[in-house]
């Protein structure tokens, strides 16, 4: 039995010594990993820095133009609809291209009017009711009034108001 104690308190202090070690050889490893991570970081921070004559390189292509918002009336008009009488009450913003353009739009506004009134009224309540045809019209609200303030000019046409009776 003493044999017995005796192996066992020397296998135990074998193991000991390797436990050691490995706690040993971990933390150097972590003090590594940390002391390099700081330095990549401190490089990055201090010493990366673009000098005074070189430009730094923005994207430009993530950066949407925004553009201005014209306000037109609502517009109300009658639809060609053979079985009835069909109304439209429509209000629309039209999305410019640049602040510049407001004062030009706010001169074309009868021109731009009479465009979209022409238009509205050559439809039926059919072609109008459908996701589809509110896109088709926006795009040739848009198609018209580039034609009349310049190509270029109108980015988006908004439908903020939509009624049919």
Do not use: C
């Not at 074998?14 to 401190?42: N, Y």
């Not at 201005?68 to 209000?91: H, M, R």
């Amino acid at each position: 039995m003493a044999k017995e104690k005796v192996e066992n308190g020397n296998t135990e202090a074998q193991e000991a010594a390797p436990k050691k070690k490995k706690g040993k050889f971990l933390i150097i490893i972590i003090a590594l990993v940390v002391l390099l991570g700081g330095a990549a970081g401190a490089y990055f921070l201090f010493l990366n820095k673009p000098k005074e004559g070189q430009k730094v390189e923005t994207s430009s292509k993530t950066h949407e133009v925004a553009g201005v918002n014209f306000s037109l009336e609502p517009f109300v008009v009658n639809l060609v609809d053979a079985g009835g009488t069909k109304y439209l009450k429509v209000s629309i913003q039209i999305e410019l291209s640049d602040a510049k353009l407001m004062e030009k739009a706010k001169n074309r506004t009868p021109q731009l009017r009479d465009a979209i009134i022409t238009l509205l009224t050559s439809k039926t309540s059919d072609e109008l009711i459908t996701a589809e045809g509110k896109i088709l019209i926006k795009d040739e609200i848009k198609q018209r009034a580039n034609q009349i303030l310049g190509e270029g000019t109108v980015l988006n046409v908004y439908l903020t108001d939509f009624v049919m009776q």
